[in-house]
Nanobody, 116 residues
Framework: QVQLVESGGGLVQAGGSLTLSCAASGSILSGNLMGWYRQASGGQRELVATMTSGSRTNYAETVKGRFTISRDNPKNMVYLQMNSLKPGDTAVYYC??????????WGQGTQVTVFS
């Protein structure tokens, strides 16, 4: 059974920084995709950033240049460094793991609130 546990959310002033972490456990196969999505109150869940196990990245346009995704493959960890945070970044952030030919897994979510 795959489990994803996020940490690092919180309350931060606009312009500040936060780092989210996600630990994956269970049967984590190689060639997977890990990343982050977010869902603002009343909104749809949307892509923030993903990274393949081969380090190929994909970012939402709204976070390019401000957020950086990274992975520690041996530890099955994924991180999201968020800089220059804006109130519009306020959302619940979900860790994502996609396993080829198996399916997708989600963490329980961590709240990020940015105040001006």
């Amino acid at each position: 059974q795959v489990q994803l546990v996020e940490s690092g959310g919180g309350l931060v002033q606009a312009g500040g920084s936060l780092t989210l972490s996600c630990a994956a456990s269970g049967s984590i196969l190689s060639g997977n995709l890990m990343g982050w999505y977010r869902q603002a109150s009343g909104g749809q869940r949307e892509l923030v950033a993903t990274m393949t196990s081969g380090s190929r990245t994909n970012y939402a346009e709204t976070v390019k240049g401000r957020f950086t995704i990274s992975r520690d493959n041996p530890k099955n960890m994924v991180y999201l460094q968020m800089n220059s945070l804006k109130p519009g970044d306020t959302a619940v952030y979900y860790c994502y793991l996609g396993l080829p030919s198996i399916g997708s897994y989600w963490g329980q979510g961590t709240q990020v609130t940015v105040f001006s």
